[in-house]
C-alpha cells in the first residue's frame, strides 16, 4: 500500500519505485559475482593483454618490463617450432575428436532411451569415467597403453591416413585413434544431456508420423535430430572447452613450462603471447561450431516460413501474370481504338 | 520324398516373411528380439571397451614382478598380491593427501554453491541494466581458456601473499569465479527460472522481503539443483591437478597442500625418493603404478557407488535440457 502511495506522489517517467527497487536488488544479487569478474577475470585479462607485447623478468625488486612490440609473436613462430605445430595438431584433433564425442554420446543415449531393461546400470557404466578422468590418471594409463581398443590396429589406421593428409592432421588423427577410449570417455556428460533431451521429446509427434507411415529413420532425421539440436550445439562446445583444459592436452603445459622457464626470451609475456593466440583458436573454434549447429529458430518454425514464402512468391507470380495480362488487354483496346477512332490530324493524341 | 516336401511347404507356410520380420524388428506394441539382441549386444561391447581401461588396471595392479614377465598370465594373477598398494599408498601419502584432498575440494565447492546459487537468483527473478552484457560475459568467461588469465592471477595471489595456500581457490569461488563456476551459475539459472513466479508473488504479498523470499523459498526448492552442483563441483575440484600445483602448491615445492592426483602425477620421483630410503620396496614397474592410479581413483570411486542415483540423474533432474 505504501508503494502505491510514494508512487501517485512523485511519478517517475523512466522506472518505477518498485522497479528500480528490484533492479537495485538485482545487483546487490549478482555483485559478488560482478567484483569477481573484476578481478579474477577483466583485469587479469587487461594485465595479460599488456603483457604479451613484452619482456617479463623478475628480479628481486618486482618484475621488469622490457617492450618488445611483437617479438614474442616472431619468437614463438619463428624459433619455437614446437608450438605452432602442436597448435596445428590441436586444431585437427579437436576438430576430429568433438565430432566422434558427439555422435558416439548420441548414439549410445539413444539406445539407452528403449525400452532397456538395466538401463541404471548402463548409465552407471557411461557416467564412470566423468569421476575418473584427471590430467594425471589419464596420463598413467595412456603411458601403460591401456587405452587404445584391444582388437583395434592403430598402426594401419595412421600408415593409411599418412598417405592422404598432412603430416600434422595424420599424427593428430592417429594419436585419436590410439587413444580412442580415452576419446569415448570425454561422452560422460554428454550422454546424459542427451538422453535427458530425447526423454523430453513430445511422444504424440512420433505417434503423429507413424499414423503417417513414418519409418523409425525418418523419425530420427526428421524429429529427433531438430528437436535436440540445441543440445547438440550444447554438448560441441562443452566437449571443446573440455578438451581445451584437460591436461592430456600439451599445449596448456607448453603455456605452463614457458611461465616458469628461466631463460632469457622466456617468461610472463612470452607465455601471454602463447596463451593468447590459444585463446584465440578455441574461440575461433567455438564459433565455427555455433555457425555450423546454431540457429536460433526453430526447425518447424523455419519449415513453416519456407513455405510461407513459397506461398507468397506464388501469390505474387499470380498477380504479375494478372497485372501483365491487364496491362496487356488495355494496350489491345487502345490500339483497335486507335484504328476505330482517329483524330482530325492524324497523330493519335488529342 | 512327398513327405519332405510336405514339411517345407508347412515350414515355408508358417515361417513367412513378415512373421520373421516381426520377430526380428518388433511390432508397434512389442519390440523384436532380433533388435534387443542387436542393441543389448552393442550395449555390452561398448561397456566392456569402455570399461578396458579399468579392467586393465585392476588386474595389472595385483600382478607382481613374475606375473608381469609371464606371457601367459594376462587378466588373472597367478595369486592375490597387495605388495603394490601397500607400496604404492606409502609413495602417495595416502592417507594424508587423502584428507587434504577432501579440503581441496570441499572448501571451495562449499563458497561456489552459496555464491553461485545466488547470482543465479539474481539473474533469474530480477530484470536491471546491464543483464544481457553481463550474461554475455558469463558464458565468455566460460569460453575463454584459464591459461589466458592464469598469469595475471598467479602475480595478484603472488602479491596477495596467498599462493601456496586454500585462499587461491577458496577466494575466486567466494567472488563466483570459480572452476567451471558459470556452468553452475547457468544450472542455477535455468533452474530458478522454472520455480513458478506466483511463488514469489505469493511470499512478497505475505511480507516476505527479498532475502527471505531466497533463503525459504528459492533454496529449499532447489535442492535437486544443489545436488548437481555439489558433486560436479567436488568431482572438478578433485581431479584438477593443473591449477592446483600453481596455485594450491605453488610451485614452491614447500606448501602443505596437496591432493591425490598432484602426488600420482608425482609419482615416480616420489617412488624413487622413497625406494632409497626404504630398501625392501620393490622396483618401480607398471603394476606399481596401476596400484597408485587405483588408489587415487577409489575415493571418488565409492563416492560414485553410493551417490550413483545422485549423479546419473543430475543432469536429469538439475533442468540443463529445459522444462
Redesign the interface.
Given at each position: 500500500m505504501k508503494i502505491f502511495g510514494k508512487k501517485e506522489k512523485k511519478p517517475r517517467i523512466k522506472l518505477g519505485k518498485l522497479e528500480s527497487r528490484e533492479a537495485r536488488m538485482g545487483y546487490l544479487f549478482v555483485a559478488p559475482w560482478l567484483v569477481g569478474v573484476l578481478a579474477f577475470l577483466l583485469i587479469p585479462l587487461a594485465q595479460s593483454f599488456y603483457y604479451m607485447w613484452y619482456n617479463i623478468r623478475i628480479t628481486p625488486n618486482g618484475m621488469k618490463f622490457t617492450f618488445l612490440g611483437t617479438g614474442n609473436f616472431t619468437q614463438i613462430w619463428l624459433e619455437n617450432p614446437e608450438f605452432p605445430q602442436q597448435l596445428v595438431t590441436y586444431i585437427w584433433q579437436t576438430l576430429i575428436e568433438v565430432p566422434i564425442i558427439v555422435v558416439f554420446a548420441l548414439m549410445i543415449a539413444i539406445m539407452l532411451n528403449g525400452k532397456i531393461v538395466a538401463r541404471g546400470f548402463f548409465r552407471l557404466i557411461f557416467f564412470l569415467p566423468v569421476i575418473i578422468v584427471s590430467g594425471p590418471v589419464m596420463n598413467l594409463l595412456v603411458s601403460e597403453g591401456a587405452s587404445s581398443i584391444p582388437a583395434m590396429d592403430t598402426q594401419a589406421i595412421v600408415s593409411a591416413m599418412e598417405t592422404v593428409l598432412p603430416v600434422s592432421a595424420a599424427e593428430g588423427i592417429g594419436e585419436i585413434f590410439s587413444n580412442m577410449i580415452m576419446t569415448l570417455w570425454y561422452s560422460g556428460v554428454q550422454i546424459l544431456i542427451f538422453l535427458s533431451a530425447l526423454q523430453k521429446v513430445d511422444p504424440s509427434m512420433y505417434e503423429a508420423a507413424k499414423i503417417d507411415g513414418g519409418s523409425e529413420w525418418e523419425c530420427f532425421w526428421k524429429i529427433t535430430l531438430p528437436t535436440i539440436k540445441p543440445m547438440i550445439l550444447l554438448c560441441s562446445v562443452y566437449s571443446v572447452i573440455f578438451l581445451s583444459g584437460n591436461e592430456q592436452n600439451e599445449l596448456i603445459t607448453m603455456i605452463k613450462d614457458a611461465m616458469f622457464s628461466g631463460t632469457k626470451e622466456k617468461g610472463y609475456g612470452y607465455a601471454s603471447a602463447m596463451a593468447w593466440m590459444y585463446a584465440l583458436v578455441i574461440t575461433l573454434i567455438t564459433l565455427l561450431f555455433f555457425l555450423l549447429l546454431g540457429s536460433k529458430k526453430d526447425h518447424y518454425d523455419r519449415l513453416v516460413k519456407k513455405h510461407q514464402k513459397q506461398l507468397k512468391k506464388e501469390e505474387r507470380e499470380a498477380k504479375r501474370i494478372e497485372r501483365r495480362g491487364r496491362r496487356n488487354a488495355a494496350r489491345m483496346e487502345k490500339i483497335q481504338r486507335k484504328g476505330k477512332f482517329t483524330t482530325y490530324d492524324g497523330s493519335g493524341d488529342y | 520324398m512327398t513327405a519332405q516336401a510336405i514339411t517345407k511347404k508347412d515350414l515355408r507356410s508358417y515361417f513367412t516373411k513378415e512373421k520373421l520380420h516381426r520377430f526380428m524388428f518388433g511390432t508397434?506394441e512389442k519390440?523384436g528380439a532380433g533388435k534387443m539382441i542387436a542393441?543389448?549386444g552393442?550395449?555390452i561391447c561398448?561397456?566392456f571397451?569402455?570399461?578396458?581401461?579399468?579392467f586393465?588396471?585392476i588386474s595389472?595392479s595385483f600382478m607382481d614382478q613374475n606375473d608381469l614377465l609371464d606371457t601367459s598370465v594376462k587378466w588373472i594373477p597367478s595369486h592375490f598380491y597387495l605388495r603394490n598398494y601397500v607400496d604404492a599408498g606409502a609413495s602417495l601419502d595416502f592417507v594424508a593427501s587423502f584428507f587434504k584432498g577432501i579440503l581441496i575440494a570441499g572448501i571451495p565447492t562449499a563458497c561456489n554453491i552459496l555464491?553461485d546459487m545466488?547470482?543465479g537468483?539474481?539473474?533469474a527473478?530480477?530484470?536491471?541494466?546491464g543483464?544481457k552484457i553481463?550474461m554475455a560475459?558469463?558464458i565468455f568467461?566460460?569460453?575463454?581458456?584459464?591459461?589466458?588469465?592464469?598469469?595475471?592471477?598467479?602475480?595478484?595471489y603472488n602479491n596477495m601473499g596467498i599462493l601456496g595456500t586454500i585462499w587461491t581457490f577458496a577466494l575466486?569461488a567466494?567472488?563466483?569465479?570459480g572452476l567451471n563456476a558459470p556452468i553452475f551459475?547457468l544450472i542455477f539459472y535455468q533452474f530458478f527460472r522454472q520455480v513458478p513466479k506466483v511463488l514469489m508473488e505469493a511470499a512478497a504479498i505475505d511480507g516476505a522481503g527479498?532475502f527471505k523470499r531466497?533463503f525459504r523459498i528459492a533454496v529449499p526448492s532447489a535442492v535437486p539443483a544443489i545436488v548437481t552442483v555439489v558433486l560436479f563441483s567436488f568431482?572438478w575440484y578433485?581431479?584438477?591437478?593443473?591449477l592446483t600445483e600453481?596455485y594450491v602448491q605453488g610451485?614452491s615445492g614447500n606448501s602443505i597442500w596437496t591432493n591425490l592426483?598432484?602426488q600420482?602425477?608425482n609419482?615416480d620421483s616420489s617412488f624413487a625418493s622413497k625406494a632409497t630410503v626404504g630398501s625392501t620396496a620393490t622396483s618401480l614397474n607398471?603394476s606399481v603404478?596401476?596400484a597408485?592410479?587405483s588408489l587415487?581413483?577409489i575415493p571418488?570411486?565409492i563416492?560414485?557407488l553410493i551417490l550413483?542415483k545422485q549423479?546419473?540423474e543430475?543432469?536429469?533432474r538439475a533442468g540443463?535440457?529445459?522444462?
Amino acid at each position: 500500500m505504501k508503494i502505491f502511495g510514494k508512487k501517485e506522489k512523485k511519478p517517475r517517467i523512466k522506472l518505477g519505485k518498485l522497479e528500480s527497487r528490484e533492479a537495485r536488488m538485482g545487483y546487490l544479487f549478482v555483485a559478488p559475482w560482478l567484483v569477481g569478474v573484476l578481478a579474477f577475470l577483466l583485469i587479469p585479462l587487461a594485465q595479460s593483454f599488456y603483457y604479451m607485447w613484452y619482456n617479463i623478468r623478475i628480479t628481486p625488486n618486482g618484475m621488469k618490463f622490457t617492450f618488445l612490440g611483437t617479438g614474442n609473436f616472431t619468437q614463438i613462430w619463428l624459433e619455437n617450432p614446437e608450438f605452432p605445430q602442436q597448435l596445428v595438431t590441436y586444431i585437427w584433433q579437436t576438430l576430429i575428436e568433438v565430432p566422434i564425442i558427439v555422435v558416439f554420446a548420441l548414439m549410445i543415449a539413444i539406445m539407452l532411451n528403449g525400452k532397456i531393461v538395466a538401463r541404471g546400470f548402463f548409465r552407471l557404466i557411461f557416467f564412470l569415467p566423468v569421476i575418473i578422468v584427471s590430467g594425471p590418471v589419464m596420463n598413467l594409463l595412456v603411458s601403460e597403453g591401456a587405452s587404445s581398443i584391444p582388437a583395434m590396429d592403430t598402426q594401419a589406421i595412421v600408415s593409411a591416413m599418412e598417405t592422404v593428409l598432412p603430416v600434422s592432421a595424420a599424427e593428430g588423427i592417429g594419436e585419436i585413434f590410439s587413444n580412442m577410449i580415452m576419446t569415448l570417455w570425454y561422452s560422460g556428460v554428454q550422454i546424459l544431456i542427451f538422453l535427458s533431451a530425447l526423454q523430453k521429446v513430445d511422444p504424440s509427434m512420433y505417434e503423429a508420423a507413424k499414423i503417417d507411415g513414418g519409418s523409425e529413420w525418418e523419425c530420427f532425421w526428421k524429429i529427433t535430430l531438430p528437436t535436440i539440436k540445441p543440445m547438440i550445439l550444447l554438448c560441441s562446445v562443452y566437449s571443446v572447452i573440455f578438451l581445451s583444459g584437460n591436461e592430456q592436452n600439451e599445449l596448456i603445459t607448453m603455456i605452463k613450462d614457458a611461465m616458469f622457464s628461466g631463460t632469457k626470451e622466456k617468461g610472463y609475456g612470452y607465455a601471454s603471447a602463447m596463451a593468447w593466440m590459444y585463446a584465440l583458436v578455441i574461440t575461433l573454434i567455438t564459433l565455427l561450431f555455433f555457425l555450423l549447429l546454431g540457429s536460433k529458430k526453430d526447425h518447424y518454425d523455419r519449415l513453416v516460413k519456407k513455405h510461407q514464402k513459397q506461398l507468397k512468391k506464388e501469390e505474387r507470380e499470380a498477380k504479375r501474370i494478372e497485372r501483365r495480362g491487364r496491362r496487356n488487354a488495355a494496350r489491345m483496346e487502345k490500339i483497335q481504338r486507335k484504328g476505330k477512332f482517329t483524330t482530325y490530324d492524324g497523330s493519335g493524341d488529342y | 520324398m512327398t513327405a519332405q516336401a510336405i514339411t517345407k511347404k508347412d515350414l515355408r507356410s508358417y515361417f513367412t516373411k513378415e512373421k520373421l520380420h516381426r520377430f526380428m524388428f518388433g511390432t508397434r506394441e512389442k519390440q523384436g528380439a532380433g533388435k534387443m539382441i542387436a542393441i543389448y549386444g552393442l550395449l555390452i561391447c561398448i561397456g566392456f571397451v569402455y570399461l578396458y581401461p579399468i579392467f586393465y588396471m585392476i588386474s595389472t595392479s595385483f600382478m607382481d614382478q613374475n606375473d608381469l614377465l609371464d606371457t601367459s598370465v594376462k587378466w588373472i594373477p597367478s595369486h592375490f598380491y597387495l605388495r603394490n598398494y601397500v607400496d604404492a599408498g606409502a609413495s602417495l601419502d595416502f592417507v594424508a593427501s587423502f584428507f587434504k584432498g577432501i579440503l581441496i575440494a570441499g572448501i571451495p565447492t562449499a563458497c561456489n554453491i552459496l555464491v553461485d546459487m545466488m547470482v543465479g537468483y539474481g539473474f533469474a527473478r530480477y530484470e536491471f541494466k546491464g543483464k544481457k552484457i553481463m550474461m554475455a560475459i558469463l558464458i565468455f568467461s566460460y569460453i575463454l581458456p584459464k591459461q589466458v588469465t592464469m598469469i595475471p592471477t598467479y602475480v595478484l595471489y603472488n602479491n596477495m601473499g596467498i599462493l601456496g595456500t586454500i585462499w587461491t581457490f577458496a577466494l575466486p569461488a567466494l567472488f563466483g569465479n570459480g572452476l567451471n563456476a558459470p556452468i553452475f551459475i547457468l544450472i542455477f539459472y535455468q533452474f530458478f527460472r522454472q520455480v513458478p513466479k506466483v511463488l514469489m508473488e505469493a511470499a512478497a504479498i505475505d511480507g516476505a522481503g527479498h532475502f527471505k523470499r531466497f533463503f525459504r523459498i528459492a533454496v529449499p526448492s532447489a535442492v535437486p539443483a544443489i545436488v548437481t552442483v555439489v558433486l560436479f563441483s567436488f568431482v572438478w575440484y578433485w581431479n584438477e591437478s593443473y591449477l592446483t600445483e600453481l596455485y594450491v602448491q605453488g610451485l614452491s615445492g614447500n606448501s602443505i597442500w596437496t591432493n591425490l592426483v598432484v602426488q600420482l602425477k608425482n609419482f615416480d620421483s616420489s617412488f624413487a625418493s622413497k625406494a632409497t630410503v626404504g630398501s625392501t620396496a620393490t622396483s618401480l614397474n607398471e603394476s606399481v603404478r596401476m596400484a597408485a592410479t587405483s588408489l587415487s581413483i577409489i575415493p571418488l570411486l565409492i563416492m560414485y557407488l553410493i551417490l550413483q542415483k545422485q549423479f546419473v540423474e543430475s543432469i536429469d533432474r538439475a533442468g540443463i535440457t529445459g522444462e
